[in-house]
């Protein structure tokens, strides 16, 4: 409020007169008085002599004018900054990010985004844990499945469909699912123990007991376990798109799918760096179509 008075009473100067202000701001002459009057009163001190012709600076208005101006300028600088960093964001982009979905899918994503935004460097940590937005002083944090902290801010940026794959190795020694049912009898690789997987066809849907002698809380064990022929595994293409081009995974039982699992990006607060709503926007914009 006092910044707004500020701006308006260094125009009513500039102008040295009430009318010569309100035009230049367009507003009428008598909000421009009624203004100043308010802002006299509010500092306990009259700032302008007023005339029939013109209006003088006393010498507090003086003082107070010399002061005024520059913090108005600075203000009307910071405003024209912000822009430029809009137009082209700088500063160290700090995220965290999932290991496998970043080295499989991300990292051609980020290597676009750093040749679009030249000024933005990156400081990428890729771990499993549960990192603090706020006292580890990340920007975000990208995330899989359902967020689970309901105090930071969840941007959806995709859902991504699972399938089940396995290596061609363990399906010519265990044999080829022809049906949901028939996982039930192979080795199904799961996060810590699922218990059962929930597979969709259309309309139909079947919710199968699986199990297996391992059980792992790492997305990559879990696929690079599989291509070594330990059993089958319902992950996102985007996880296993390297070792299908490679022939070390087949998709098996290709009409049938897992529940879709989300991906989002987290931070602390909705008010972002021109950084970090860039890589999001850029995100969101190549993600389009899976969501």
């Not at 040749?115 to 990192?131: E, N, V």
């Not at 359902?146 to 469909?161: C, G, K, M, Q, W």
């Amino acid at each position: 409020m006092h910044l707004d008075d500020m701006a308006l009473f260094v125009e009513v100067v500039k102008a040295r007169s009430f009318r010569g202000a309100a035009e230049v701001l367009g507003m009428p002459n008598s909000t421009v008085s009624r203004r100043i009057g308010m802002l006299e009163k509010a500092l306990g001190l009259r700032l302008l002599h007023r005339t029939t012709r013109r209006i003088e600076l006393t010498e507090a208005g003086q003082v107070y004018f010399e002061r005024s101006k520059r913090i108005v300028e600075e203000a009307r600088l910071a405003h024209l900054e912000l822009g430029e960093m809009l137009a082209q964001p700088t500063g160290v982009l700090r995220a965290s990010l999932p290991v496998d979905f970043a080295v499989t899918y991300l990292a051609p994503l980020i290597a676009e985004f750093s040749q679009l935004y030249p000024g933005i460097s990156f400081d990428i940590d890729l771990t499993p844990r549960r990192i603090d937005l706020v006292s580890e002083r990340f920007d975000i944090a990208i995330r899989m499945g359902e967020p689970a902290d309901s105090h930071l801010i969840a941007r959806p940026l995709a859902r991504l469909v699972s399938h089940l794959y396995a290596a061609p190795s363990y399906l010519a020694q265990r044999g080829v699912p022809t049906s949901p049912e028939d996982l039930e009898q192979h080795d199904c690789m799961g996060m810590i123990r699922e218990g059962r997987w929930t597979l969709t066809r259309g309309d139909s849907r079947c919710e199968v007991p699986v199990g297996g002698r391992f059980h792992l809380n790492n997305v990559g064990m879990i696929k690079r376990l599989s291509t070594l022929g330990l059993g089958v595994i319902l992950v996102p293409e985007e996880i296993v798109a390297d070792e299908l081009g490679s022939g070390q995974l087949r998709r098996i039982l290709p009409e049938w799918q897992g529940k879709p699992m989300s991906v989002y990006a987290l931070t602390e607060t909705r008010l972002l760096p021109a950084k970090t709503q860039r890589f999001i926007e850029f995100l969101r914009e190549k993600l389009a179509s899976k969501r």
